[in-house]
């Protein structure tokens, strides 16, 4: 990020200069060696610590848990060491999965206690999920126990849940309040919680019956009755209701926040806007490491055999369908020993029939996730595919005829070539089109290592359809 | 979207059931032919176009956006027949790339510059791109001479900076007057531009010094000054920065609204989360389709002619890889000759190969994206993913020789395998980290196309290795 983008970062970007030259001093003391070594040593450490603390002091959370992320697991354990309790449990909610479960686990018991004890309700059950169960007890005992219910409630719902990402913090108003009592118990209250560009009204038995937006009441004169202006078109969710329809939700009407109600109407949280974008980069992260095959995202300093497990299942799952094509090609050996121009040809088909695969299922996934897809139009997109691999495959298998002819200079093998090419496009594009569709009917994610199954299914396509033309025109 | 989401949808969904109604029903009339078949068609036609329009009426824009997508192009030109002018602007707005393009491209000049006069400035801005260039004069011609110049300033941005993004839509206010003050003008202006939680403050120099969040209106005392509850420490972009930068700065400090200004600190514009989140949206779906080799979006409903060229580029980059792979394989044909498993058995090596290329880039891609890159940790990266390769080179290579052991019974060829899984991994892993930190700083994005790419060079170096080796060693 540019140097001049916020003040924030100036800061950020300071302390980073400060750890490397810490590193470059304390390797220089290391070096003399001797006996003034010690001395030395523990002079430079007791400044280092000195200035460390007072820099960590000026940096927003947000920037420390960045810089945290790229920073070597030493510098970033100094950098936790030298963290009051207050900024710890804030620095643990902002860093990614794989980093926090790290320093969680390096982390004692006591000092992780400290610092949970520092955050608030919300942020508790936030971070519910990646704390050892018995801590979590430890830290929600020495909670009030409608806080110990709120976390025990917000733990229950799954990652994908609206009652997952919900917060408690909120400030609701009644139907029948005139604004400027409103205006009295917020001023009474203080500082509201943040995301508040609206709040939640409720009627005489507590449901929900419009939202007040805090513009209205600084617009509108001080006696008028919460009822005449609040809006009372209320986009609402239920703390059943999946995250991502949550999302395209916040995105498509714009919301900053939007209440949570159960199924009686009545009011039980709040979803922001920050909660929903931090789920959609997570999610976005997610898929995009799951399209190639990376079951998590990785701690870029974490060790080489966490690392290396991470990408053995679709690793182990690409050997096999490696092996199921090595069978198929080895059930042509005959043929391809009689003809050995084939095994030099037949990488092209695969590849490339890959390749339209992957577009193809690239554009599905997409407008799965858009909801572009129904029962009406499934026809016509089948339909669709069809047509552009059939002409796509006309027109590039012929240009890998002509190329094959020109080394080999056999119109059988051109035309056997060009034969498959066509073949192989119409079934990667069928493919392409049905594999998504069909394991988002399962209910499953279609991006989940797509790109390793469509290949391994082209592959195996590609040469079975290739090799056995050529065995029955050719050889 | 589950249908309990929101009450807006409710809506959308009947219009979708009332268009297969009507298709259905002229489709009924069709069939009885003959005389009856006019005078019936006109009346049903005069029936359903009052309903379509009434239904029309209630549904949110984004809605009905997202309606018109999924949509085949007869019902879609249908639904834009009844739209009045007012909505047609906003339509276009939240419409995708290629569906806009594709209505834009059909509709009458006149009728077009009818919708555009519905928009506000900052509107016809976000549609200049889109629209051909005489069309955008002629609706700029109609407008004050203000609202032109903005126009075109907002065009001379390229689309990934804050320029094009920011809007004129803003309220401020002056650091010496009264909250109260404040307030009055406020009510005297009426209602405030979406997602405002904070308006920007200007000294007497017109220079942005600080924020005035709406709550702290609320909460302070009507004769307290700006001055002493603005907050000073304030997020602000330039026009020139990077949206990629400010979208981070949006998530990392979960802003609603920030200032833009120039660079003597005037204030130029305001940038608000709707648009930051367009933009990341948009991003993240152009990557995910470039990633697979489709150059841009695709409409659902476009020609077959249209969508076949949109994937030729890649297409064509992955034929020319296609070939050369084929011209190593072909190099080697003596010694497939002389022994045929080497054909069945390289795909295994090509493909494992390509699987761990994808991964690691994936990572990379990511790791770059968050920023957690630097010249700091570069070499602890590289280090990192060849041991992860080489030992699971060894592990996935043992599996492998074992498995062509048990076809072939050669202990040389499973060892000739072992060794070439053990190499191509890591040349794989080699690659896929610098191919992307390669493009990043050559100032390209590394997504684009990186599968397409990753799988030739892996599927090249899998052949060159495994029968080069075999070459030397067995033949």
Same mark, same amino acid.
């Given at each position: 990020?540019?140097?001049?983008?916020?003040?924030?970062?100036?800061?950020?970007?300071?302390?980073?200069?400060?750890?490397?030259?810490?590193?470059?001093? $304390?390797?220089?003391?290391?070096?003399?060696?001797? /006996?003034?070594?010690?001395?030395?040593?523990?002079?430079?450490?007791?400044?280092?610590?000195?200035?460390?603390?007072?820099?960590?002091?000026?940096?927003?959370?947000?920037?420390?848990?960045?810089?945290?992320?790229?920073?070597?697991?030493?510098?970033?354990?100094?950098?936790?060491?030298?963290?009051?309790?207050?900024?710890?449990?804030?620095?643990?909610?902002?860093?990614?999965?794989?980093? &926090?479960? $790290?320093?969680? %686990?390096? #982390?004692?018991? *006591?000092?992780?206690?400290?610092?949970?004890?520092?955050?608030?309700?919300?942020?508790?059950?936030?971070?519910?999920?990646?704390?050892?169960?018995?801590?979590? /007890?430890?830290?929600?005992?020495? &909670?009030?126990?409608?806080? /110990?219910? !709120?976390?025990?409630?917000?733990?229950?719902?799954?990652? @994908?849940?609206? %009652?997952?990402?919900? @917060?408690?913090?909120?400030?609701?108003?009644?139907?029948?309040?005139?604004?400027?009592?409103?205006?009295?118990?917020?001023?009474?209250?203080?500082?509201?919680?943040?995301?508040?560009?609206?709040?939640?009204?409720?009627?005489? &038995? %507590?449901?929900?019956?419009?939202?007040?937006?805090?513009?209205?009441?600084?617009? @509108?004169?001080?006696?008028?009755?919460?009822?005449?202006?609040?809006?009372?078109?209320?986009?609402?969710?239920?703390?059943?209701?999946?995250?991502? *329809?949550?999302?395209?939700?916040?995105?498509?009407? *714009?919301?900053?926040?939007?209440?949570?109600?159960?199924?009686?109407?009545?009011?039980?949280?709040?979803?922001?806007? *920050?909660?929903?974008?931090?789920?959609?980069?997570?999610?976005?992260?997610?898929?995009?490491?799951?399209?190639?095959?990376?079951?998590?995202?990785?701690?870029?300093?974490?060790?080489?055999?966490?690392?290396?497990? =991470?990408?053995?299942?679709?690793?182990?799952?690409?050997?096999?369908?490696?092996?199921?094509?090595?069978?198929?090609?080895?059930?042509?050996? %005959?043929?391809?020993?009689?003809?050995?121009?084939?095994?030099?040809?037949?990488?092209?088909?695969?590849?490339?029939?890959? $390749?339209?695969? =992957?577009? #193809?299922?690239?554009?599905?996934?997409?407008?799965?996730?858009?909801? /572009?897809?129904?029962?009406? @139009?499934?026809?016509?997109?089948?339909?669709?595919?069809?047509?552009?691999?059939?002409?796509?495959?006309?027109? !590039?298998?012929?240009?890998?005829?002509?190329?094959?002819?020109?080394?080999?200079? $056999?119109?059988?093998?051109?035309?056997?070539?060009?034969?498959?090419?066509?073949?192989?496009?119409?079934?990667?594009?069928?493919?392409?089109?049905?594999?998504?569709?069909?394991?988002?009917?399962?209910?499953?994610?279609?991006?989940?290592?797509?790109?390793?199954?469509?290949?391994?299914?082209?592959?195996?396509?590609?040469?079975?359809?290739?090799?056995?033309?050529?065995?029955?025109?050719?050889?």
């Amino acid at each position: 990020m540019s140097a001049d983008l916020s003040p924030h970062q100036h800061r950020a970007e300071r302390l980073r200069e400060l750890l490397q030259r810490f590193r470059v001093e $304390n390797h220089l003391v290391d070096a003399t060696g001797g /006996q003034r070594h010690e001395l030395e040593s523990s002079l430079l450490h007791r400044q280092q610590a000195a200035e460390l603390e007072r820099r960590l002091h000026g940096i927003h959370i947000a920037d420390l848990a960045e810089l945290m992320e790229s920073l070597p697991t030493d510098d970033r354990a100094l950098v936790w060491q030298y963290l009051p309790d207050a900024r710890r449990g804030e620095v643990l909610l902002e860093l990614s999965d794989a980093v &926090r479960d $790290n320093l969680i %686990g390096s #982390t004692g018991q *006591d000092e992780l206690l400290s610092a949970l004890s520092a955050l608030d309700t919300d942020d508790l059950a936030c971070l519910g999920d990646s704390l050892p169960a018995g801590i979590l /007890q430890a830290a929600l005992d020495s &909670r009030a126990s409608d806080e /110990q219910r !709120w976390v025990q409630a917000s733990l229950s719902y799954e990652e @994908n849940r609206v %009652g997952h990402w919900m @917060n408690s913090d909120m400030v609701m108003v009644r139907h029948h309040e005139a604004l400027d009592t409103v205006q009295r118990h917020l001023q009474a209250r203080g500082e509201l919680p943040a995301h508040t560009d609206k709040l939640p009204v409720v009627d005489q &038995r %507590g449901s929900l019956c419009g939202v007040l937006f805090l513009q209205d009441i600084l617009l @509108n004169p001080p006696d008028a009755r919460v009822s005449e202006v609040m809006k009372t078109t209320v986009v609402s969710f239920k703390p059943e209701d999946n995250v991502d *329809d949550a999302a395209r939700a916040f995105e498509r009407y *714009d919301l900053v926040s939007a209440p949570v109600i159960n199924v009686r109407g009545k009011l039980v949280g709040r979803l922001t806007v *920050d909660a929903v974008m931090d789920y959609v980069r997570e999610a976005a992260e997610t898929d995009a490491l799951n399209i190639a095959g990376v079951v998590e995202s990785e701690d870029l300093f974490a060790g080489i055999w966490a690392s290396a497990r =991470n990408r053995w299942l679709w690793l182990s799952i690409n050997l096999v369908s490696a092996f199921f094509i090595s069978r198929i090609v080895g059930a042509f050996e %005959g043929t391809i020993a009689q003809l050995v121009a084939l095994a030099s040809l037949m990488p092209i088909v695969a590849s490339v029939a890959g $390749n339209t695969g =992957n577009q #193809t299922t690239a554009l599905v996934i997409r407008s799965l996730a858009m909801d /572009q897809i129904n029962a009406g @139009n499934m026809r016509h997109l089948f339909r669709k595919e069809i047509s552009i691999s059939v002409l796509n495959g006309i027109v !590039w298998g012929a240009v890998v005829a002509l190329f094959a002819y020109i080394f080999y200079r $056999n119109v059988e093998l051109s035309g056997v070539l060009m034969l498959a090419m066509v073949l192989t496009f119409t079934v990667a594009a069928l493919f392409g089109v049905s594999a998504p569709l069909l394991l988002n009917r399962m209910g499953r994610d279609p991006a989940m290592g797509s790109s390793v199954i469509l290949t391994g299914f082209t592959d195996a396509l590609g040469f079975l359809i290739f090799l056995s033309l050529a065995s029955f025109l050719l050889v």
